[in-house]
């Protein structure tokens, strides 16, 4: 199944800290594989950074691709 899954980058990563979002789209069986996998991508994608994936705190996780439509 397909997910989008939306994760707020650790304050150790992120440039202005609450503002940075990692989006992401995958294919897993549920949501909690979903989610370990955008995070593991996120960690990959910000070079490691020293961190963990744990660190980026979930937003959102639907079922399905869903992209950004916000007009801005």
Same mark, same amino acid.
């Given at each position: 199944?397909?997910?989008? /899954?939306?994760?707020?980058? *650790? +304050?150790?990563?992120? $440039?202005?800290?609450?503002?940075? $979002?990692?989006?992401?789209? /995958?294919?897993? *069986?549920? *949501?909690?594989s @979903? ?6 991508h996120?960690?990959? @994608?910000? =070079? ?6 744990? +660190? ?5 996780? $639907?079922?399905?691709?869903? =992209?950004?439509?916000? *007009?801005?």
């Amino acid at each position: 199944m397909k997910w989008s /899954v939306l994760l707020l980058l *650790p +304050d150790y990563v992120a $440039t202005e800290y609450g503002h940075e $979002t990692y989006y992401d789209f /995958v294919e897993a *069986p549920d *949501p909690a594989s @979903a989610i370990k996998l955008a995070r593991e991508h996120a960690v990959a @994608a910000h =070079g490691g950074a020293g961190a963990g994936a744990c +660190d980026y705190f979930v937003l959102l996780a $639907t079922a399905g691709y869903n =992209g950004d439509v916000n *007009p801005e």
